[in-house]
């Protein structure tokens, strides 16, 4: 039996449905937000924001686990084991 590939492109379409589902809440003002809610998503190890599809999703994962920073560590820039 074939192992199931994971769909990015579905599980990026589910997090927006869930959002759209979840409502809006109450409008604040951009100024008035948590920082990480309102910035583009930024790459702490290049400083570098991220571009395109890759900023929805990474909105959608912070505002989900209630992220108040807008910094995201890929695994390749994460900590090594062994290391401090």
Same mark, same amino acid.
């Given at each position: 039996?074939?192992?199931? $590939?994971? =769909?990015?492109h /579905? ?5 927006? @449905?869930?959002?759209?589902? !979840?409502?809006?809440?109450e409008? %604040?003002?951009? &100024?008035?937000?948590? !920082? *990480?809610?309102?910035? %583009? #998503?930024v790459?702490?190890?290049?400083? +570098?924001p991220? /571009?395109? @599809?890759?900023?929805l #999703?990474? &909105? !959608?994962?912070? =505002?989900? !686990?209630?992220? /108040?920073a807008?910094? &995201? ?6 900590? +090594?084991? *062994? $290391? %401090?």
């Amino acid at each position: 039996m074939k192992e199931q $590939r994971f =769909d990015i492109h /579905q599980h990026i379409t589910n997090q927006i @449905v869930a959002a759209i589902e !979840a409502g809006a809440g109450e409008f %604040r003002l951009p &100024w008035h937000r948590a !920082a *990480g809610s309102v910035l %583009r #998503p930024v790459n702490v190890a290049s400083k +570098k924001p991220y /571009q395109g @599809v890759n900023i929805l #999703p990474l &909105w !959608a994962a912070g =505002d989900e !686990a209630g992220y /108040q920073a807008g910094l &995201w560590a890929p695994t390749s820039n994460g900590p +090594k084991p *062994g $290391r %401090r």
